[in-house]
């Protein structure tokens, strides 16, 4: 690599997803002359008004914090023409950056993307690369244009996605890859122009905002399909089904070859082990989150809510 140079930077962004990178940004003696993020909103059963885990994060490092509620009033404009900045790093900031900004900085605004891009374009590539069933996914860095994810190529790396992996877990490995990669691009003393490359548009796919709708299981579906739902919507919105009129969330389980064969959404307990039909015959509940409860075994939601109630059926 070459030599590294320092930059003035602006970062922004909201999520824990972000916060990884603002750290490696900052550690690596860069100068953020400031970190835009998402306003404080209510938050939690209280409704408190909860800051973002990068405003946190920032003050924490004693770095300068704006959260406006849009980038094109002239109070901001003003501020980020005034600093001669090298470049606009992004990750999570949850607002599409006007052309007026993407043309300031020197060398650019640069994005932490969570997938391979030209896959998954959009606000939840993480959660829908597991639901699909993907092997892998990765990071990208790519230069910002006036499309949705649509810039060229900076740098990329791929992870696998294992059996085990839900979207919180893979966030946290991405958010940490994202930092390294950024940091290596940055430091270059072109910022990354020379490495750009162009995605190949006719390959995309999109990642649309998940809602709390997409966590509705359909017992229909099979086994591996539930599973990877199941996982892709951990731990938020998080997997559910209905029972008794009310939802119950489904917080783990595993397709396991060699279960009952059950009609969809029925449950059975067989062998210490709490099963669910569906297509290719059933899956195992492992942990579930009955509505006004603590998540527990779905061996001990059996013994204390289904037992007397051998004929249950979700839905």
């Keep these: 690599m070459k030599q590294a140079v320092r930059k003035r930077i602006v970062f922004m962004g909201t999520p824990e997803f972000a916060v990884p ?22 938050a939690g059963r209280g409704r408190r008004l909860t800051s ?3 405003k946190l994060a920032a003050l924490e490092l004693g770095l300068p914090v704006w959260q406006p509620c849009s980038l094109r009033n002239s109070e901001v404009l003003d501020f980020l ?8 790093v992004v990750a999570a900031y949850a607002k599409l950056l006007p052309t007026a900004v993407l043309a300031l900085p020197r060398f650019g605004c640069q994005n932490i993307h969570a997938s391979l891009l030209p896959k998954y374009r959009g606000g939840a590539p993480i959660h829908w690369a597991i639901v699909n069933g993907e092997r892998e996914t990765g990071v990208t ?10 810039g060229d190529i900076i740098e990329q790396r791929a992870i696998p996605i294992t059996p085990e992996d839900t979207c919180g877990s893979v966030t946290v490995k991405l958010a940490l890859l994202g930092a390294e990669l950024m940091s290596q691009v940055v430091a270059l003393p072109d910022a990354g122009q020379q490495q750009r490359t162009a995605q190949a548009h006719d390959l995309m796919s999109t ?3 998940v809602r709390k709708s997409d966590g509705l299981i359909n017992w229909s579906s099979d086994s591996r399909q539930i599973d ?3 996982r892709g919507m951990h731990p938020w919105p998080g997997a559910y089904t209905h029972w008794r009129q009310a939802a119950l969330g489904i917080l783990a389980t595993r397709p396991t070859a060699g279960g009952p064969a059950l009609p969809p959404g029925t449950v059975s307990c067989q062998d ?3 099963w669910v039909g569906c297509r290719d015959g059933s899956i ?11 998540a527990m075994s779905a061996l001990d939601f059996y013994r204390g809510y289904l037992s007397r109630n051998p004929d249950t059926v979700f839905y």
């Design 207 to 209: 990642a649309r905002t």
């Design 141 to 150: 860095i790519m230069q910002m244009a006036r499309g949705l994810d649509t």
């Design 228 to 230: 990877a739902l199941v």
């Design 272 to 274: 210490g082990r709490l």
């Design 52 to 54: 973002p885990p990068v």
């Design 81 to 88: 023409r005034g600093q001669s900045l090298d470049v606009i």
């Design 21 to 42: 990178a603002l750290r490696a940004l900052h550690g690596d003696g860069h100068t953020v002359v400031a970190v835009f993020t998402q306003p404080d909103r209510p």
């Design 284 to 294: 195992e509940l492992r942990e579930v989150l009955p509505a006004g409860k603590r």
